[in-house]
């Protein structure tokens, strides 16, 4: 204790101290958030405090974007116009079609007495970036939780899903794709109805645990099957690319294409509609079942 | 090799603002949209290795660790995977700052080279030990370019050093 150098030398706990230090404050920040997301707190305010630094890092991709839309040319422009007004006459087609089969399908409703669906609400956002992160499929939307967005809700641009909103900041939301490796979307075939689980495979997506036999061919579309509660039904999902069929394995090996471009657009839908999320039936019923068969087995020894 | 033989400069003390801008600038080039590019160069490491290696008494492993903390929560990384790797970088880069200035440009990159490698495999093993997928090999291609960058780097850093202290007007040279 009496050999302390003076205050003038004085360079603060060593090298070694500090570093072990820090380096076990991240271990334990690693270990809160992947196991027990405690640290989400941290994180949000942390991404308060670096938000303006992603805008100013934005600011030289807009501008390039800005003097390339003030200097497109006009027969890129007329050429634009003249697909986009095909496409109105075909939407306006199809929502003339949709109207008549929406109020054919709310009758049909009304007449089963079946619980009518709220009319999905949309939110636009835009792209910010995608992370940097080289092991996740993610992007950054410029909505957060002050524009009542919510993790959970479905971001879907106007090809099809592209992911779903899993965490969400003040003024920005972290968007996982659906080609991410732990994303896992319910996907229905459109010609045949058959269902299965598609999971992000990095470019691509993977739909696993479906037999050898299972009725899929090249080509096929997927599409949302709705049976989860948070994707509406009927949202394409993935087109099948291929499929392998190998007697060794007790399933076919089935890759599929993203419908959406999740990597070339930057504006993109957030479905704000309400999820319905009823609890498994398995999981009240059971134990009710056996209750009541304890009980009816205890009345019968009475 | 021989290592006296080189002339040794006297720079000019290090002004904390340039310091503080060359690291926000290396932030804000990490935070630009890469979309799906593998093997960006980690501008931000280099810069840290550098200032380590310079100004160990100013950047270390505390500075290095609350930018790490920035990159992972902008990347949507996990929360400390850059924190711990940058950490233990500056920790190397203020070890090596009495040894790595004796050699020359080249000899230095290859130092630089094995940090960084050493940088991106920690987070490598803390993201597979996580549960993610290996992202290829071209991971790690971000490294060699750095290395390559690494006699520029110094070259531009170290510029506002350089300047002469006062103008002499009347001086020949």
């Known amino acids: 204790m009496e050999l302390q150098p003076p205050p003038l030398f004085s360079l603060g706990p060593a090298p070694l101290v500090r570093l072990a230090f820090f380096v076990s404050l991240a271990v334990l920040l690693m270990v809160l958030d992947a196991r027990f997301r405690y640290a989400e707190t941290l994180r949000n305010a942390m991404a308060v405090v670096a938000y303006p630094l992603q805008r100013a890092a934005m600011s030289p991709v807009d501008l390039f974007n800005g003097i390339a839309g003030f200097f497109a040319s006009q027969s890129s422009l007329q050429r634009e116009n003249d697909t986009l007004r095909s496409k109105v006459l075909q939407a306006s087609r199809d929502t003339l079609t949709l109207e008549a089969l929406q109020s054919e399908n709310a009758q049909m409703r009304r007449l089963l007495e079946a619980r009518e669906k709220m009319p999905g609400k949309t939110h636009f956002a835009e792209i910010l970036y995608s992370g940097r992160d080289p092991f996740s499929r993610k992007v950054v939307i410029d909505k957060g939780s002050l524009q009542t967005i919510s993790a959970g809700q479905p971001v879907m641009d106007e090809t099809g899903v592209i992911g779903q909103v899993t965490r969400v900041f003040p003024m920005m939301a972290e968007v996982t794709l659906i080609t991410d490796k732990e994303q896992a979307t319910p996907v229905q075939v459109v010609r045949n109805g058959l269902r299965g689980v598609a999971y992000g495979d990095g470019a691509t997506l993977d739909l696993r645990f479906m037999a050898a036999n299972a009725d899929i061919q090249n080509g096929d579309m997927l599409v949302t099957s709705g049976i989860d509660g948070i994707y509406p039904a009927g949202l394409p999902v993935a087109r099948v690319a291929r499929v392998e069929r190998d007697a060794a394995y007790a399933f076919a090996r089935i890759q599929c294409e993203p419908a959406a471009g999740a990597s070339q657009h930057r504006q993109v839908l957030v479905l704000l509609q309400e999820t319905s999320l009823t609890a498994p039936p398995e999981a009240d019923a059971q134990p009710a079942s056996k209750q009541s068969r304890a009980k009816r087995g205890a009345k019968r020894r009475e | ?173």
Not at chain 2, 91 to 97: E, G, I, M, P, T
Not at chain 2, 138 to 165: D, H, K, N, V
């Open chain 2, 1 to 173: 090799m021989r290592f006296e033989a080189r002339p040794q400069r006297i720079l000019l003390p290090v002004s904390g603002f340039f310091m503080t801008f060359t690291i926000l600038c290396a932030l804000l080039f990490n935070l630009l949209p890469w979309r799906d590019i593998t093997g960006v160069p980690d501008l931000l490491a280099l810069v840290l290795v550098f200032w380590g290696v310079r100004q160990p008494r100013k950047v270390s492993v505390g500075v290095a660790w609350g930018l790490g903390l920035i990159m992972d929560v902008s990347n949507g990384a996990l929360l400390g995977q850059h924190a711990l790797a940058y950490a233990i970088l500056a920790f190397a880069a203020n070890a090596l700052s009495r040894r790595l200035l004796w050699f020359p440009q080249w000899p230095q990159a290859l130092h630089v080279l094995l940090m960084l490698l050493g940088c991106q495999l920690i987070m490598l093993t803390v993201r597979m030990a996580a549960g993610s997928p290996f992202p290829g090999v071209l991971y790690f291609l971000g490294s060699f370019i750095c290395a390559g960058l690494w006699p520029l780097t110094s070259m531009l850093l170290l510029a506002p050093q350089r300047r002469p202290e006062s103008v002499d007007e009347n001086r020949p040279i």
